[in-house]
């Protein structure tokens, strides 16, 4: 069966400070790994994923995520920090059968002025 | 990437009624289609899996007749919530995947259920 653990609830970071959100994985196979983000009321913004290829992914907005397979890690990483960076972000896994994601509890990033 | 729209983004209804949410691929075809919950600070759980002409495959714990999935084309599929009650209050959220390369899933904006 496929997890994902997100072992922090809440990250506090200053703006222009550099950010990680850490995300560990299980799966059978070969993973395939999401992080997507989430303002309130809103619904799941796509960052970026690794699928196959180099390890270091980079996505939409600065952000930039770390594939580990001797870790079975997914950090998502931003060199700087922003106020408009603060919201829920979720990292997510699957296997390379037909099968839906399963997403981790979410991460909840402020970023102070 | 693809587009994948719910409507209503917001719904209130009272106890005992019944509510259709609708979850469409705008600009693919999708042959799978999933709908997740997600309650307050919590992540999404999985509630179904349905593909196009099939009977939805139901999570373990939710109950298929109180939540009716039908998928009746490539590019549509529905939720209905069958005498809703409090506790039903959530939000809900579509997914789509087409049968492309890597079969990403597009998440559909939500729909904010509200039971009274």
């Known amino acids: 069966a496929q997890s994902v653990a997100q072992p922090e609830d809440q990250v506090n970071v200053a703006e222009g400070n550099p950010l990680t959100v850490k995300c560990t994985y299980s799966v059978s196979g070969n993973p395939y790994l999401f992080w997507y983000v989430q303002y309130p009321n809103r619904g799941l913004q796509f960052l970026l994923k690794?699928?196959?290829?180099?390890?270091l992914v980079k996505g939409s907005y600065g952000f930039e995520a770390e594939f580990n397979k001797s870790q079975t890690s997914f950090h998502l990483k931003k060199p700087s920090a922003l106020v408009s960076d603060s919201a829920l972000y979720f990292c997510?896994?699957?296997?390379?059968?037909?099968?839906?994601?399963?997403f981790g509890k979410g991460t909840r990033l402020s970023v102070i002025a | 990437g693809a587009v994948v729209s719910q409507h209503p983004s917001r719904v209130i209804c009272k106890s005992g009624t019944s509510v259709k949410i609708e979850c469409r691929s705008l600009?693919?075809?999708?042959?799978?289609m999933f709908w997740y919950r997600q309650f307050p600070k919590q992540s999404l759980m999985l509630m179904a899996t349905s593909n196009e002409g099939s009977k939805a495959t139901y999570e373990q714990g939710v109950e298929k007749d109180k939540f009716l999935i039908n998928h009746a084309s490539l590019t549509l599929s529905t939720l209905t919530v069958t005498s809703a009650h409090p506790e039903d209050s959530s939000f809900y959220i579509c997914?789509?995947?087409?049968?492309?390369?890597?079969?990403?899933?597009?998440f559909g904006p939500g729909t904010r259920l509200t039971v009274l």
């Open positions: 600009d693919f075809q999708a042959t799978t």
């Open positions: 997914s789509a995947r087409s049968g492309g390369l890597y079969n990403e899933q597009f």
């Open positions: 690794y699928i196959t290829g180099d390890n």
């Open positions: 997510a896994v699957r296997d390379t059968g037909n099968t839906p994601l399963v």
